[in-house]
Structure formats: structure tokens, C-alpha cells
């Protein structure tokens, strides 16, 4: 039997109580952060969190971050809170940083995927922070979507996911990050960034002496460790292909892909009998201002229809991951077929944003530059 689900859109100190009230009952509420809406659960109750993974279709063995409001919070969650992770916990909190440590006895291996570490975090969102109090025990809460669809970033687009499967949506407007927080595990003045998000590798190495990556952010292969990685994730449900390097070989590329497209689909519909299977085609183009001037002429006469999104120029790495998952999310709902999207260099924030877009794409990147003689 489908829940009810209620969003609470004033959040007052009235509802604020009642949210943590909901979180510290066992109920499911989804909240916001700085990133992405999380779906949050008491994380000190096993059947809570078992909730979780029932109402995203998660797997079981994938760890959950817990969410908490202030450092103190932490203690009795960790067996150590570590020189190198009091230094983190110092320069980050509240902010997009989740940092593994050991696990307590109080913390069920529910929370954790049966591992022996937990990953905690404090969120840099008033209303969240505030929810958390409230709550009075620690919130486990990964994206409140169904599992390997683009996270949420507005409680609307948790709504379309989680009604009739939560108790809750604590509604604060859109998520200003829209990348998920960096997750990193700690050595002696040193990290391994897990991964890529909103704190930056160059944002680390001013508190920390060593910053490495884990091995499986360059070879797909590897199995991940950090939560929420280990399976498939951010997948619209059109194809999607991301576009790197020069604008101009950039919109080339992208022509040349939908002249190919709109052949396949002409002669499939052509074909006797086999119309039926011949999808309508839908274009969604996420791509900076630099693409748009050249693929503009193009789309004028562009036979096929299309949803359009420019999220700043080249260089505006946050626009693109404060646009990439609420785009893609309207794609779907576009019906979109295939997506063209421009991503950027594999450096700072980028490093993040192209982590989501490589899953979102299942690793398909198309490298535009010149070739060489």
C-alpha cells in the first residue's frame, strides 16, 4: 500500500520539530543539502536504513553516508577521529565533505554495507542542519531517487521518485552544489579522494601534505570504495554522449553523430512492418555558450525536435554541475532520446562533474581535438 507522502514547505521551527520527530521514529524523510536531496532515515535504526535501500531499489551492500550537524556528533559514531580528519572536519564542516573513519559499536553495519568504516558527514544547509538537531540521532541519506537515476536537486524531482514510498519532503528550494560532496579516507597528513565533488583536490592539498586518487576514478574496472559508487549511477534514460575539447570540432562531432541518427531512424521507419519499433527522435543538448554559436545555424532547420540548455561558458564549472542532474532529469521527462552534452576538463570541480557525466554516459566520451598529421 502506497504511503502518503507530505511536503512540508514552510519549515518553521514547527515543522523543523516534527521532520525530526518523522527522522528519529524510524520514518523516511527526504531533506535537503547543499548538493542533492538525500533520502534520510535514522541512521542508528536497522530497519529504517532497510527502508531506504526498499524504497530506491538500492542494493543492500552499498554504504550509506551519515548526516550530522555539528562535530561533536561525530564522537560516538568512530572508535578515532584521527589528526588528519580533525584537520578536514576543521577547514570543510559544514560544507561537501564526507570523510571515512572507523565505526563504533553503536553504529549498525546496516549504515555501513557491512564494512567496519563509516562515512559522515555535516552538510553546509541551514534548514538541513537544523532537521538534524532536531532529529537527535545521526541521518543516513543518499540521493532520494531511485537507484541509478539522476539525483534530485529539487523536491519536486523527489516528489516524481518517492511519492507514495516516503512519509515526507522537507521542500527548501533547489540544492545550490548539485554534485554530490567529495568523500575521501584519511592517512598520516594525507587523503585518497574516494570520490570527486564539491571540495577539490587543490582545496585539499592546502590542509593536507599528500592528495591522492582512488584508483577506481580512472579504471572502471577497479571496484570503488566509496558509497554510492559501486554501482550504476545518474543515468538518464535517453543515450547520452559527452563532448570534450574544442568548441568548434565539439559541435562537428555532435552534427555529424545526429546526421547519423537521423539516418538509422529514416531507414528503420522505412523498413516494412517495422515502424512500430521506430522510437520518435527527442535531442536534449547540454552544452556551454561556446558550442551554442557554432551548433545554432544548425538547429535552426534541425528536422527533429529538441530541448535546449546552455550552462554558462567553458569555464563555468559550477553552472554545469548545478545544471547537469535537474537537465537531465528534464530530458527524461521530455521524452528526450539521445543527449549531446559538453563536459569540461578533468581538473578542480571538473574532476567531479566528469565522474557523474562518464556514468551518466556509461563512459561515452568523445575527445574533439585536432588530429594530428
Not at 60 to 66: G, M, R
Not at 233 to 243: R, S
Not at 331 to 336: L, T
Amino acid at each position: 500500500m502506497a504511503l502518503e507522502t507530505k511536503i512540508y514547505k514552510n519549515l518553521d521551527p514547527k515543522e523543523i520539530a516534527e521532520l525530526g520527530s518523522r527522522l528519529r521514529a524510524g520514518e523516511l524523510v527526504a531533506i535537503p543539502t547543499e548538493t542533492v536531496y538525500g533520502l534520510g532515515a535514522n541512521g542508528l535504526d536497522e530497519e529504517a536504513m532497510s527502508r531506504i535501500y526498499e524504497a530506491k531499489g538500492r542494493p543492500s551492500d552499498n554504504p550509506l553516508i551519515l548526516h550530522v550537524p555539528d562535530q561533536a556528533s561525530v564522537t560516538p559514531l568512530v572508535k578515532e577521529i584521527s589528526p588528519t580528519a580533525k584537520q578536514l572536519m576543521d577547514a570543510f564542516w559544514p560544507g561537501p565533505l564526507t570523510i571515512i573513519l572507523p565505526k563504533s559499536d553503536n553504529v549498525p553495519l546496516r549504515a555501513t554495507g557491512g564494512l567496519d568504516s563509516v562515512a559522515v558527514r555535516c552538510p553546509a544547509h541551514d534548514v538541513c542542519r537544523a532537521i538534524l538537531q532536531a532529529a537527535g540521532v545521526p541521518v543516513a541519506a543518499p540521493s532520494a531517487n531511485i537507484s541509478g537515476r539522476p539525483s534530485p536537486t529539487t523536491a519536486d524531482a523527489v516528489y516524481h521518485d518517492m511519492a507514495g514510498r516516503i512519509e515526507a519532503i522537507a521542500d527548501a528550494g533547489p540544492c545550490e552544489v548539485g554534485v554530490e560532496s567529495t568523500i575521501v579516507e584519511c592517512g598520516d597528513d594525507a587523503v585518497t579522494i574516494l570520490r570527486p565533488g564539491g571540495i577539490t583536490d587543490a582545496m585539499l592539498r592546502q590542509v593536507v601534505s599528500t592528495v591522492t586518487f582512488d584508483e577506481a576514478l580512472s579504471a572502471p574496472d577497479v571496484a570503488p570504495k566509496a558509497p554510492g559508487m559501486k554501482y550504476k549511477h545518474y543515468a538518464p534514460d535517453g543515450v547520452m554522449t559527452t563532448y570534450v575539447g574544442v568548441p568548434k570540432l565539439i559541435s562537428e562531432a555532435m552534427i555529424e553523430a545526429m546526421e547519423a541518427i537521423q539516418k538509422e531512424h529514416e531507414e528503420l521507419v522505412s523498413q516494412e512492418g517495422k515502424t512500430s519499433i521506430a522510437k520518435p527522435l527527442r535531442f536534449g543538448f547540454l552544452i556551454n555558450e561556446e558550442v551554442a554559436q557554432f551548433l545554432d545555424i544548425y538547429l535552426a532547420d534541425l528536422p527533429v525536435p529538441f530541448e535546449f540548455v546552455i550552462y554558462g561558458n567553458a569555464a563555468d564549472y559550477r553552472g554545469l554541475a548545478h545544471s547537469l542532474y535537474s537537465s537531465l532529469l528534464a530530458f527524461n521527462e521530455a521524452k528526450v532520446t539521445h543527449i549531446f552534452a559538453t563536459g569540461v576538463p578533468r581538473q578542480g570541480l571538473g574532476r567531479a562533474i566528469m565522474n557523474r557525466m562518464d556514468k551518466a554516459s556509461g563512459y561515452n566520451v568523445v575527445n574533439a581535438v585536432p588530429k594530428r598529421d
